[in-house]
């Protein structure tokens, strides 16, 4: 459990628990953080994928239906316990909807609430793209640019060469995972009916927001908020996040 889960603020008498998912290339800092940030009826925990922090000796995963599989044999006990939500950016965002899929499909079970942040629906034409970059023949320099391009990462850290090639080769198997993703749109069958929102930097490229509705009975909603890909980082965004993800919290009267 303490090797796929960072949760520094724990809270045994939460009313529920929100579990993030990092983007690609990211660890469990930023969001472990956030357990602080919010009221003592939320428990945060940070989803820590294999090939980085503790867990840098292991290989990475081969496949999204891997990492889904492991994240819900290790919390399946945790989340029949309480009432839970995601929250994923971009890749994180995928991951955290392969989890509630497979949940759902599984045990019955998902979250009362799916928070996807930068990212698009899995079956729209928007993220065909994202299937087809060439990722094995990419060179480190084409994938550190794109690093560099999205943002999110201090320069600091690129100035050291382990980091930096650690960096580049997480980033360059976290995309080939994603690009075994495959999500399609059953004409009769939505396979979610929990609420979801969307949150997409204003900067950032536009993503095909609307295609989420194909997957679940529940209502959703768009947040566009100042920024680029890592809008998020910035406080002021950080903290309207924060805001909203409690107030969705406790309307859902857990």
Not at 79 to 88: V, Y
Not at 96 to 125: D, Q
Not at 150 to 162: I, S
Not at 237 to 252: G, P, R, V
């Given at each position: 459990?303490?090797?796929?889960?960072?949760?520094?603020?724990?809270?045994?008498?939460?009313l529920?628990?929100?579990?993030?998912?990092?983007?690609a290339?990211?660890?469990?800092?930023?969001?472990?953080?956030?357990?602080?940030?919010?009221?003592?009826?939320?428990?945060?925990?940070?989803?820590?994928l294999?090939?980085?922090?503790?867990?840098?000796?292991?290989?990475?995963?081969?496949?999204?239906?891997t990492?889904?599989?492991?994240i819900?044999?290790?919390?399946?006990?945790?989340?029949?316990?309480?009432?839970f939500?995601?929250?994923?950016?971009?890749?994180g965002?995928?991951?955290?909807?392969?989890?509630?899929?497979?949940l759902?499909?599984?045990?019955g079970?998902?979250?009362?609430?799916?928070?996807?942040?930068?990212?698009?629906?899995?079956?729209?034409?928007?993220?065909?793209?994202?299937?087809?970059?060439?990722?094995?023949?990419?060179?480190?320099?084409d994938?550190?640019?794109?690093?560099q391009?999205?943002?999110?990462?201090?320069?600091e850290?690129?100035?050291?060469?382990?980091?930096?090639?650690?960096?580049?080769?997480?980033?360059?198997?976290?995309?080939?995972?994603?690009?075994?993703?495959?999500?399609?749109k059953?004409?009769r069958?939505?396979p979610?009916?929990?609420?979801?929102?969307?949150?997409?930097?204003?900067?950032?490229?536009?993503?095909?927001?609307?295609?989420w509705?194909?997957?679940?009975?529940?209502?959703?909603?768009?947040?566009?908020?100042?920024?680029?890909?890592?809008?998020?980082?910035?406080?002021?965004?950080?903290?309207?996040?924060?805001?909203?993800?409690?107030?969705?919290?406790?309307?859902?009267?857990?």
């Amino acid at each position: 459990m303490e090797k796929l889960v960072v949760c520094p603020y724990k809270r045994p008498n939460a009313l529920c628990r929100l579990f993030c998912f990092p983007w690609a290339g990211g660890g469990t800092s930023q969001f472990a953080q956030w357990g602080k940030l919010f009221s003592s009826s939320v428990e945060v925990s940070s989803v820590r994928l294999p090939g980085r922090e503790s867990r840098l000796k292991e290989p990475f995963a081969k496949d999204m239906t891997t990492i889904a599989n492991e994240i819900t044999s290790v919390l399946l006990k945790e989340l029949q316990e309480k009432p839970f939500a995601f929250f994923g950016h971009s890749f994180g965002s995928y991951i955290s909807f392969a989890v509630a899929l497979h949940l759902k499909e599984k045990y019955g079970l998902e979250p009362f609430h799916l928070f996807l942040s930068g990212a698009h629906a899995p079956h729209s034409e928007a993220f065909l793209p994202l299937k087809t970059v060439p990722i094995s023949e990419a060179k480190d320099e084409d994938v550190l640019n794109y690093i560099q391009v999205l943002g999110g990462t201090p320069a600091e850290l690129l100035q050291n060469e382990d980091i930096k090639k650690h960096l580049v080769l997480t980033v360059r198997e976290d995309i080939r995972v994603l690009q075994t993703f495959s999500f399609e749109k059953a004409e009769r069958n939505i396979p979610l009916s929990c609420d979801i929102t969307c949150f997409n930097g204003s900067e950032d490229k536009s993503r095909d927001l609307e295609a989420w509705h194909d997957v679940t009975s529940g209502d959703i909603s768009f947040y566009e908020l100042p920024g680029g890909h890592f809008y998020l980082l910035e406080p002021s965004n950080e903290t309207f996040l924060i805001k909203h993800i409690t107030k969705c919290i406790e309307n859902a009267g857990l």
